[in-house]
């Protein structure tokens, strides 16, 4: 019996692990798998948007570095920052690399990826249920992992699959969609829920501005303060448990990252607007130490000293963290406002999308709009590209090679056709 091995094979391979491995909190294994990655599938042409997107967290990350000289650090503590803010960098270019298939494959293959990551968390959490006997979100949560930024990319392609191109059976589709859908509804994230909105809103050509995506942008934002005002008006309890745990943690988002006094002396207080406090943090210290910290940064080791000792998702009690959730913050914490800046460089450039007359290639760059403004939001509350179990870096990387052999696909088809 013939066992044909195809040449794509590995990448596929490669492209699971890189997605897995990253779900997982242990970085160190990540940042490992990435840059193996990258050494191993190393291309000879890149082209000007790859480049382009990786110049500007090269020069965040150089504006760090040059902020060092003037700080005193341990080699640990600047490798270990120097391992955080080159992870943009790494998974852009892995996602970019591991694209070598054609248009069709390459959908597949993220759709399957998905697949896999939805079955194994529908069965952390089944294995959850049935060893605690418990339905508490916080447990369930704990086992079975915070978020999958990821899931939701592959629950938007296999909506808009026309748009995309995507080759599947409507039973395929329908079976997909109903676990994908389902495990990514039981992480029961709020950041979850609101790039489901954005993609989706991103993806019907709504997020680029003109009076009717204005008018379906105000729509959607009416719906979700009286979304918002029903959930007051509900009152869930902090104590709560199951969904009403789940909004409680909505009701208290707005206040949650932008709250501006907080009693750390107040468990409740401190716990519930702990992304707060660690923004008040960030701009006290930065701001104590002169312009030149303001406008250039700590640089690479640079910690945030939170004052007194809190229990961590790492089980450990700390004092000085390396990181905020807030993108915006850890670089400002880093890099300075220059750096934060770039920050910001990169989210509009990575919205300029230019219009194609290719309607998958469409579709793909309204994905990155929608990326881009989602974004916003991640960088506020999960440190968007820079977060350790993060991988829409290599989802971005892997779309622009992916657009890329659209086009050449297209344009090969073409040329045949004015041939005959």
Known sequence: MNITVYKSFPYQILFLLCIGVSLFANYELTFAVWSLTLLLTIKRKYSFTIIQYNAIFLIILLIAIFSTFFSTTTPFLFIRDFTYLVKPILGLLVG?????????????VMVYAGLAISVM???????????????????LREHGGYFSDYEIYVLIILIFYRELNLEISKKQRILFLAIIGLSSFLYLARTNLIQFIILYVGLKGYLIFNKKSLKVILAVFLMSIIGYASIVYINPKREGKGIQAFLYKIKIAPQEAFKTKIDKDDWKDFNDNYRSFENIIAVNQVSAKGNRAIFFGEGLGSTLNLGRKIWTNDHEYVQYIPIAHNAYMTIFLKSGLLGVLFLLVFLIILYRQKKSDIKNVQAINYLLIGTSVFLIVSNWVFLGLYLKLDNKSIIIGFLIALREVIIKEHNSQKRIEDEY
Do not use: G
Request: proline residues 0%; charged residues 15%.
């Open 96 to 108: 970019y690399q591991l694209c070598r298939f054609s248009s069709k494959l390459a959908l597949k």
């Open 121 to 139: 968390h529908l069965a952390m959490l089944s294995f959850t249920v049935i060893e605690f006997r418990t339905l508490s979100v916080n447990l």
